[in-house]
């Protein structure tokens, strides 16, 4: 195979404490150096940067500029100097494995005929052990998110997959392409860029794609946190903007313009917080005084929403024209690319306030409408039980509800410590029992988050996430623990109060609940009403509370078993070929009571001796509850 040639731009503002690591593992590369060439775009820094790059790296081609232009015009500067035939990206602030020019070029060769013009590389902290980029996805207004950021490097599946964006801070792109497209566009300064760029690929009929086995360590935000906050935030809302405003098709921009601008500014109002004292504003608060002064300090933060507005404005004429011409080039419908998004209706800010307006812009909007049969909504359910191979009743549960989820929704299915089962068009993770960080960012990543059991007890960060929260109450574990504690003598009423006040506290936290069946919904129903979640507001809208909770049912795989060879009649000892087998689905516990069916299966037998009772299993497969019992 001929292999591409390759040139690595790095631009650098004030780096110089980062370049050494950068340029050493560049050096080191497996690619044949011959292929290779290095530039670096300093832009004004005043550092030592440029001495240090004189004095030790003299082979890389540098181009010095007077002052800080911006990343985004600092790669299209290193592209239109390259030579290579690929120009790869690497921020300032990372290294490269020895093999990341080779992942990369490596699938970007093999799926060149496949329209794979880009390629995203995967990123992890500067000491490997946490993620950086695995890919994302966008919301509708355009703000871009990086999936299962900060988790444990092992925890989520390393798979190739496409992606709407490669992350511009270690990507490999085909340069001739990347001209004739309009590189990064310049007047995004930073941030977003690669958002604005990967989509432009997608509607010129392009694809990116994601190379786990192309890795660079990042020490996250280490040149861009010498900005301001404020001028930071400016950048991210502005550039949200452009990006949806050049790339929707017309009829997805018309329904969408307008709810974008207006959770702009919603989110504006979220960061005034009680800086502003809204009642002098109302005009029924009282005859103004003479005293009451025209004059107001708000929050620097809630300016930058109107700072970028102020650009979008300024630069609308020139905006528009460049949606000409990427429109103008256009061979995918939005349609084909939404899936893409996979984070569509993903509330930005984080507040009920805010979620409860994007809720019903989206309504007004017709925006679901848009998407058609694309999954919009992105879930969270977090299990209870390891998930592999062997499963017990919680798991079963999580694993068919997030089946018939996935045909309707991104789902995302967190175990503690495994996650090995495959679930089609499900992301499994896994997340170290007490690593509250770990599912605190998977929640923010999503909209719903279902739950079972101790979790909310066990992760209390999960009911400040603003996130809608599902509670599943298929297992009436106070009630099965009865039996538990009774063997604890004095401290048995102290364990039962402990479960109930677990259980009181889920029916608070609940935006919703979930029960196995109808008998189960009577029985929640008085424990709801018991907490006073059955309001009577409630009741004229819904008299039967289905809006609060209603039944799914246990679930098991629709697919019927198919019979392949005999396992138990005339295999096992004691079961001859014609006997009927009567299976004990349950475990062998105290408080599902196997004595009884024993006892009623001997008095069975004394008419049938044909009828054998067999237990699927001993003891439950997850060694915590076993241990219990």
């Not at 006073?532 to 019927?560: K, N, Q």
């Amino acid at each position: 195979m001929t292999r591409v040639s390759i040139s690595v731009v790095v631009v650098n503002f004030n780096g110089r404490m980062h370049l050494s690591a950068c340029f050493n593992s560049l050096l080191k590369q497996d690619y044949p150096a011959d292929l290779v060439e290095l530039i670096l775009i300093d832009n004004g820094s005043h550092d030592d940067s440029l001495e240090l790059m004189r004095t030790h790296y003299p082979t890389v081609k540098v181009i010095a500029n007077e002052r800080n232009v911006g990343f985004a015009p600092a790669v299209n500067q290193g592209a239109a100097a390259a030579s290579g035939q690929c120009i790869a990206l690497l921020n300032n602030d990372a290294y490269a494995d020895p093999g990341w020019l080779t992942g990369m070029a490596t699938m970007f060769e093999a799926q060149r005929d496949e329209q794979v013009v880009c390629v995203a590389a995967r990123m992890l902290d500067w000491y490997g052990r946490r993620i950086d980029f695995v890919g994302g996805g966008i919301n509708f207004y355009g703000m871009g998110n990086q999936f299962f950021h900060r988790l444990p490097v092992d925890s989520v599946p390393n798979e190739a997959h496409d992606v709407l964006f490669a992350c511009g801070g270690a990507m490999l792109v085909d340069r001739e392409l990347f001209l004739d497209l309009g590189g990064f566009d310049a007047d995004y300064f930073a941030y977003f860029e690669d958002v604005d760029f990967g989509w432009r690929l997608w509607v010129c009929g392009y694809r990116v794609r994601f190379a786990p086995e192309a890795v660079v360590y990042h020490r996250s935000h280490g040149t861009s946190s010498s900005m301001p906050g404020h001028k930071v935030l400016a950048l991210y809302e502005r550039n949200a903007l452009f990006t949806i405003i050049k790339n929707y098709e017309e009829a997805s921009l018309n329904r969408i313009l307008a709810p974008a601008l207006m959770l702009t500014m919603q989110r504006a109002l979220g960061y005034a917080g009680d800086a502003v004292d809204w009642e002098r504003f109302r005009i029924d608060a009282g005859q103004t005084s003479a005293t009451d002064s025209s004059e107001f300090t708000v929050p620097g933060m809630m300016l930058s929403f109107l700072a970028g507005m102020q650009d979008l404005f300024a630069q609308l004429p020139h905006l528009w024209e460049k949606r000409q011409q990427v429109q103008v080039r256009r061979q995918r419908p939005d349609g084909a690319i939404f899936p893409l998004f996979r984070n569509a209706m993903w509330p930005h800010y984080p507040t009920a306030e805010y979620t409860r307006l994007q809720s019903l812009l989206v309504e007004i909007g017709g925006i679901r409408a848009l998407f058609g049969d694309t999954p919009v909504h992105r879930v969270l359910i977090i299990s209870t039980d390891p998930l592999h191979a062997h499963l017990a009743g919680p798991g079963i549960r999580v694993v068919e509800m997030a089946r018939h989820l996935a045909h309707h929704c991104q789902v995302v299915v967190a175990a503690p410590q495994a996650a090995s089962i495959r679930i089609p068009e499900v992301i499994c993770v896994t997340f170290e029992p007490g690593d509250s960080e770990a599912l605190e960012r998977l929640a923010a990543d999503v909209e719903v988050v279902i739950v079972q059991g101790f979790q909310l007890h066990k992760y209390p960060v999960l009911k400040r996430t603003h996130r809608v929260v599902v509670v599943d109450l298929y297992d009436p574990f106070h009630l099965e623990n009865l039996q538990l504690h009774a063997r604890y003598g004095e401290d048995a009423h102290l364990r039962t109060s402990i479960d109930q006040q677990v259980v009181n506290d889920l029916l608070q936290a609940g935006d919703f609940f979930l029960c196995a069946s109808e008998r189960q919904r009577d029985f929640w129903m008085g424990a709801l009403g018991s907490t006073g979640r059955l309001s009577p507001e409630m009741y004229v809208d819904d008299p039967a509370f289905r809006s609060l909770i209603d039944v799914v049912s246990f679930g098991i795989d629709p697919t019927p078993p198919v019979r392949q060879e005999p396992v138990l009649k005339g295999v096992l000892p004691g079961i001859a070929a014609s006997d009927m087998v009567v299976l004990w689905g349950g475990g062998i516990w105290d408080w599902l009571d196997p004595l009884t069916v024993i006892r009623a299966m001997d008095l069975v037998r004394q008419e049938r001796e044909d009828i054998k009772l067999f237990f699927l299993g001993g003891a439950t497969p997850i060694p915590m509850v076993s241990a219990k019992w």
